[in-house]
Nanobody, 123 residues
Framework: VQLQASGGGLVQAGGSLRLSCAASGLPFGISTMAWFRQAPGKEREFVTAMAWSGGSTYYADSVKGRFTVSRDNAKNTVYLQMNALKPEDTAVYYC?????????????????WGQGTLVTVSS
């Protein structure tokens, strides 16, 4: 499956953005969809994950209560609604698909990645 992330942009602190990740092709075998982010000079870090079958969601402590992951099965699209954005949320955001049973927090467990979309939060 190929992933296409979009929706990034420039927003002021306290504002909102919604990212989208469209999966093309048949999403066969996907167990989990996730968002990671990478700030300049930093490691790529886990943001949130959702079981492809629905129900279970997981969030990094830094975004809990502000970010919400959701999906539209009919469109094979996963969304990341980001509210109350902070300058420290500035990063390139990547969506990813996991096919294995590895930890949802480990980027190495994910087999497919989108190209990334830049989110810049100004103070």
């Amino acid at each position: 499956v190929q992933l296409q992330a979009s929706g990034g942009g420039l927003v002021q602190a306290g504002g909102s953005l919604r990212l989208s990740c469209a999966a093309s092709g048949l999403p066969f075998g996907i167990s989990t969809m996730a968002w990671f982010r990478q700030a300049p000079g930093k490691e790529r870090e886990f943001v949130t994950a959702m079981a492809w079958s629905g129900g279970s969601t997981y969030y990094a402590d830094s975004v809990k209560g502000r970010f919400t992951v959701s999906r539209d099965n009919a469109k094979n699209t996963v969304y990341l609604q980001m509210n109350a954005l902070k300058p420290e949320d500035t990063a390139v955001y990547y969506c990813a698909a996991k096919y294995s049973s590895g930890s949802y927090r480990l980027r190495t467990a994910y087999g497919s990645w989108g190209q990334g979309t830049l989110v810049t939060v100004s103070s």
